[in-house]
């Protein structure tokens, strides 16, 4: 897309086009044929009586796509499948000229299947007797295994434990968009469109498929109506892709509601049995980890975020020694991806639930016994990561605060029916991880001065309402000396370039300010023996403190950290079961602020999120794996009328390796608001929710004792 | 049969082919009059992506069907007067009533029709009435924000 300062002004006025808005008005549809059963392999396709209707163009099975296949590192989904693994998995593709004559393609299709024995539940597929995958007998596809600290030593220093088992459910991205396609055939070009965080490493991966047809292949990003994690290698986009090459004419797709919330991706649902032991005055000392996370039918970046949940949140703490363990198993259910906070969304879910519970037995103010073991600037954690700048206390401190203040000016208090509770939780995040791909961890802008006079700002990274655009302007328009109006950007377009690696753990902001940066440094050097109109550069970031990370996960991954603590009041109904959030507060240590509108916006809007993951969203599951919710309706995600006022406080502070002494948010603000809600709960009711999500079925049962809570 | 069906369309005359008189109004418009702003988050009337008004009141358009709309006036967001998309698209700049943008023009024609004091119920249910339209952003603070100083 190519943005300039009025971009946001064109979102706003609604002129912004997405993906489904550039169809051609001739361009061939495709849709898909779905699998009906968890788990069953496709003994047939008869695709003749698809192909005798009229309008319908072509069909395409797993044979068109023999040998290619999905995934970050470890791929293992096709594009279209001869084992159905979950309900919804693709079988067949359809183009058609039109959507009635698709519809009744897809409905001719003749398949037969073999029901195979299916897994729904982490405990189902471990007892499973057949594999999901041939190549995984056990259904395990992974394992991790961290220990840091002599742990007998430590452990025979403990006064106290606290344990606990923690489940989070499996939730969808629930962007506006639904997932839509459009391929452009241009010569001997697929110019593919679509809304991604990450069309460089995309391109990476489908290039040589394309190419192995005698295609080659771009990608164009067009605004996109978020991705969250989700917007990224997509079996539509090879299918659509496929046709235009077969049919040499524009293809698209878009996916209704139902079907993205179907094949879309969720945040995997995991399992965690965890204990904190601390001194009798409240020094943390050991933690212990066990996780098994449901990868769902398919990898994509299960393992990383696997292995995230298992034993990163460890760092927020000075434990002295800590033992980690985690599975990731594949299930019959809708694979799982990244999803904002990768999986240390739900690991806090966890650990800071046991801190609140150490914080009761030990009798000790939460936010002190927090106070008492957070990490600090300069210091190296367990898990080797060097913390640059912390305000983590400042963080502690303000929230403290705040609720301290609230509660004063309270006047509804606790009565029979509804109970009041004030919960905290506290988190940290990394700005970057040079272990998720080890040959990449940098980023590229590209400074080109345009015929016109204009100068045109390039990056493969993309916009995803955190402000790059933003920050890109800035930082050129400051160090060029120039009018922001003189500024084009243009993000995610593989044509252009130059390679980027994409929106991943809040990276974005962080990486092209610094790339920006020098490549106004290139342009101005070039400024002074060349002529305007030649002059192109590309300025490059790669952090030079970073490590790749050892087999274990140690070592320094990110440039620099971020922290934060949330703090909540909530009522329950204790009648209905009913959590309402009354007040909200959330205090980031981001680094320096640049645009204040926009960190606010990442910070309410994460946590809004993370409210529907703790009360109200999920995906329900029958016991033959159909999706029982697949519609904003079911699956509810929060609405304005669940809007709770959030206190945004961000903390003070400088990070030395940032880019003008910023650290970044995006993923951070729905990190701890789980754990702070189902804290809150527990403050107000004195039970602890240890399940997500928080609802009222849940919370009725366990104030009335129902063992099916 | 052969009706000839009226719609009124951002202030014009449209007469409605047959073969639209049993299809939706959310892809008449996108497809046949090209008025993108208007868009499908969910084509079940849950999210409000997608709501124009019809004779002034706020529906879903993925829920009509052509053929039930004949003589209706019905307004998208390229139907609304410039002052009140640029003062909605500024107000949306000053307190951050938008990030990925997807759910805007279906608050952009709740705006309208709050600010033409469509509600019955006045200003103080807003919450409420916008309960239907869904921003998986979440700036459902910063929106109260904008539709506050428009009022
Ligand atoms: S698209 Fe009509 S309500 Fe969602
Ligand atoms: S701004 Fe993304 S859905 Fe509202």
């Known amino acids: 897309m190519t943005l300039n300062t009025a971009d946001f002004r064109q979102r706003a006025l609604t002129n912004a086009r997405y993906t489904a808005d550039l169809i051609p008005q001739n361009a061939i549809v495709a849709g898909v044929a779905r699998s009906p059963h968890p788990h069953a392999r496709i003994k047939n396709i008869n695709t003749a009586g698809a192909l005798a209707i009229p309008g319908v163009l072509a069909v395409l099975t797993a044979e068109d796509f023999e040998g290619i296949r999905l995934g970050h590192n470890d791929s293992d989904e096709p594009v279209l499948t001869t084992v159905a693994r979950y309900v919804g998995d693709e079988i067949a593709a359809v183009a058609a000229r039109d959507q009635q004559s698709l519809l009744r393609g897809i409905e001719a299709l003749q398949i037969e299947y073999e029901i195979l024995p299916h897994a729904i539940t982490i405990d189902d597929a471990l007892d499973l007797p057949t594999s999901i995958h041939d190549s995984c007998t056990d259904n395990i596809t992974d394992r991790f295994q961290a220990a840091r600290g002599d742990w007998y030593e430590i452990e025979s220093q403990v006064d106290i434990w606290v344990d606990n088992t923690f489940e989070t459910a499996a939730v ?76 040499q004419q524009d293809v698209a797709i878009v996916l209704s509601r139902r079907d993205d919330m179907i094949a879309g991706r969720t945040r995997a649902a995991m399992r965690f049995k965890m204990r904190i032991g601390a001194t009798a005055t409240g020094k943390l000392l050991a933690k212990e980890t066990m996780l098994w996370s449901d990868n769902g039918a398919y990898s994509l970046h299960g393992p990383a975020v696997m292995r995230a949940a298992t034993f990163r949140a460890d760092s927020l703490y000075r434990f002295a020694a800590t ?203 070039m400024a002074q023996h060349e002529l305007l109109q030649n002059i192109e550069v590309t300025g490059i970031y790669q952090p030079d403190n970073v490590v790749v990370p050892d087999e274990s996960g140690y070592g320094n991954i990110s440039a620099a950290y971020t922290f934060g603590t949330h703090g909540c009041c909530v009522r329950v109904d204790s009648y209905t079961g009913k959590v309402s959030v009354e007040q909200y507060w959330a205090a980031h240590d981001a680094g320096k602020i640049v645009d204040i509108n926009a960190a606010e916006g990442q910070v309410i809007g994460g946590v809004m999120q993370g409210l529907g993951y703790a009360l109200t969203e999920c995906t329900a599951v029958d016991d033959n794996g159909q999706l029982l919710n697949p519609g904003y309706l079911d699956n509810r995600v929060p609405t304005f009328a669940d809007a709770v006022p959030v206190d945004v406080i961000f903390a003070d502070t400088f990070e030395n390796s940032g880019p003008a002494g910023a650290k970044t948010i995006a993923e951070q603000p729905i990190i701890p608001v789980a754990a702070c809600v189902a804290n809150a709960v527990h403050d107000a009711i004195g039970v602890r929710l240890n399940r997500l999500p928080i609802n009222p079925e849940r919370v009725w049962r366990t104030l009335n004792h129902d063992t099916n809570s | 049969m052969n009706t000839r069906l ?146």
Not at chain 1, 185 to 207: N, Q, T
Not at chain 1, 351 to 367: G, M, S, T, V, W
Request: charged share 20%.
């Open chain 1, 172 to 247: 969808p991205h629930a962007y506006l968009e639904p997932r839509a396609a459009v391929v452009h055939v241009k010569d001997d070009c697929l110019e593919l469109v679509c809304g991604s965080h990450a069309p460089s490493m995309m391109a990476d991966h489908y290039r040589p498929i394309v190419a192995s047809w005698g295609s080659q292949l771009e990608i164009h990003t067009p605004a996109m109506g978020g991705s969250f994690g989700a917007k990224w290698q997509h079996s539509t986009h090879l299918i659509c892709l496929l046709f235009a090459h077969r049919l």
């Open chain 1, 323 to 525: 033992r980690s363990e985690g599975q990731l198993i594949y299930t019959n259910n809708i694979p799982s991806e990244c999803f904002r906070g990768l999986g240390i969304t739900q690991s806090t879910f966890a650990q800071e639930q046991l801190i609140d519970e150490l914080a009761k037995r030990l009798n000790i103010d939460p936010i002190k016994l927090r106070k008492m073991n957070t990490v600090c600037e300069g210091e190296t954690t367990i898990h080797g990561w060097q913390v640059g700048s912390c305000g983590i206390v400042d963080c502690l401190d303000s929230i403290s605060n705040r609720i301290n203040q609230y509660r004063r000016n309270q006047t509804s208090a606790t009565n029979n029916r509804y109970r009041i509770g004030y919960g905290v939780a506290a988190f940290i995040h990394c700005i970057g991880n040079r272990g998720y791909d080890q040959h990449f961890d940098r980023a590229y802008v590209k400074l080109t001065a345009m015929p016109d006079g204009r100068i045109r700002i390039s990056s493969g990274e993309v916009e995803l309402g955190c402000g790059t655009v933003e920050v890109l302007i800035k930082t050129v328009s400051h160090e060029l000396a120039i009018d922001p109006q003189q500024l084009d950007v243009v993000l995610g377009d593989t044509a252009i370039g130059p390679h980027g690696m994409g929106s991943f753990a809040s990276r974005t902001s962080f990486f092209v300010a610094f790339a920006a940066e020098d490549a106004c440094r290139r342009f101005n050097q």
């Open chain 2, 6 to 151: 009226i719609l009124h369309i951002n202030g014009n005359e449209h007469s409605l082919p047959d073969a639209w008189h049993g299809r939706r109004l959310l892809d008449y418009l996108r497809h046949e009059l090209s008025l993108m702003s208007v868009k499908e988050g969910c084509g079940e009337g849950d999210c409000g992506a997608c709501t124009v008004l019809v004779d002034g009141e706020p529906m879903c358009s993925c829920l009509l069907l052509g053929g039930v709309l004949a003589n209706r006036s019905i307004v998208t967001v390229e139907g609304l007067s410039d002052d009140h998309r640029q003062r909605f698209a500024q107000l949306c700049e000053q307190h951050g009533g938008l990030q990925c943008g997807f759910c805007t023009s279906g608050f952009t024609m709740m705006s309208a029709w709050l600010a033409e004091g469509g509600s019955e119920t006045g200003q103080n249910s807003s919450d409420k009435l916008l309960a239907g339209n869904i921003c998986r952003c979440g700036v459902y603070q910063q929106l109260k924000k904008v539709i506050a100083d428009l009022l």
